[in-house]
C-alpha cells in the first residue's frame, strides 16, 4: 500500500480555516488522493478526492503540489461538527479497498 | 435516498457464539465493502464483494470468518466461535461502481461485543 503521513492532531479556532496537510511522497501518476473524516464512532465520510489539479466542493477544498507528493485539505470555515479524524488516503492503483491510516484528529475550538 | 443500512447497530454475544451482520448497500450500489476497526485505531480492510461474487478477500482472516451478497437481499458477514478479540466496529461501504472510483459511502456500522 502508498505510504500517507499526516500530522496526528490540529487544533483550529472556530470560524478559521483548517488546513490539514498530508504527505504522500511514494504516489504515482495516475493515482488518486482521497480524504475522509470521521466523526466519533460514526461511519467514516468521503470529502474529496484529486489528481493533480487543485479540487473544491461544497464541503472543502483541496490543494494538490505540484510534484503531488504532498496535499492539504482545506476546512474554509471551521465549526464545531468539523472535530473528526480526518484520513489521507489512497487505494491506490490496483488495490479494491481503501487504506486507513491513523489520520489527524482536528479539534475545533470554540 | 436512504444511504447504507447496517443492522443490528449493537450486538453482544458470548464467546463461541456466532454473530451476523447485516449490510444494506445504497439504491443502485451493487459493490460492498466491510472494514473493521478496533478501539482507538483505524478502519482495516476486510473483503470487497460484488453481487454473487467475493472479489478481494485479502483482509480477511482465515478462520471463522465468511462474507457473502446474494443476488437478493443484503451483505452478511458471519463470524464462527466468537473471541474477545473480535470485538470491534464492523462497517460496511458501498459504491456504484467498484474499483473505478474510490468514493465509498459508509454505513453506521456495527459495534460487536464479546462477552
Known amino acids: 500500500d502508498a505510504k500517507t503521513t499526516q500530522p496526528t492532531s490540529m487544533d483550529c479556532a472556530e470560524g478559521r480555516a483548517a488546513n490539514l496537510p498530508c504527505n504522500h511522497s511514494t504516489i504515482s501518476g495516475n493515482e488518486y488522493v482521497y480524504w475522509y473524516r470521521q466523526i466519533h464512532s460514526q461511519g467514516p465520510q468521503y470529502i474529496i478526492h484529486g489528481l493533480k489539479n487543485n479540487e473544491t466542493n461544497e464541503m472543502a477544498s483541496l490543494i494538490i503540489t505540484e510534484d503531488r507528493k504532498s496535499s492539504t485539505l482545506i476546512l474554509p470555515h471551521a465549526t464545531l461538527r468539523d472535530t473528526a479524524v480526518y484520513y489521507c488516503?489512497?487505494?491506490?492503483?490496483?488495490?479494491?479497498?481503501?487504506?486507513f491510516g491513523t489520520g489527524t484528529r482536528l479539534t475545533v475550538i470554540p | 435516498n436512504a444511504g447504507v443500512m447496517q443492522n443490528p447497530r449493537h450486538l453482544v454475544r458470548r464467546r463461541g457464539q456466532e454473530a451476523r451482520l447485516r449490510c444494506s448497500p445504497m439504491?443502485?450500489?451493487?459493490?460492498v465493502y466491510w472494514y473493521r476497526q478496533l478501539p482507538e485505531e483505524g478502519l482495516k480492510f476486510m473483503v470487497y464483494l460484488q453481487k454473487e461474487n467475493i472479489i478481494d478477500e485479502s483482509g480477511m482472516p482465515k478462520e471463522r470468518f465468511s462474507a457473502e451478497f446474494p443476488k437478493e437481499g443484503p451483505s452478511i458477514l458471519r463470524i464462527q466461535q466468537v473471541v474477545r478479540g473480535d470485538s470491534a466496529a464492523y462497517f460496511c461501504?458501498?459504491?456504484?461502481?467498484?474499483?473505478?472510483?474510490?468514493?465509498?459511502?459508509f454505513g453506521p456500522g456495527t459495534r460487536l461485543t464479546v462477552t
Open positions: 439504491k443502485g450500489h451493487s459493490h
Open positions: 461501504a458501498s459504491s456504484p461502481m467498484g474499483a473505478i472510483t474510490y468514493e465509498q459511502y
Open positions: 488516503i489512497g487505494p491506490f492503483t490496483g488495490a479494491n479497498n481503501l487504506f
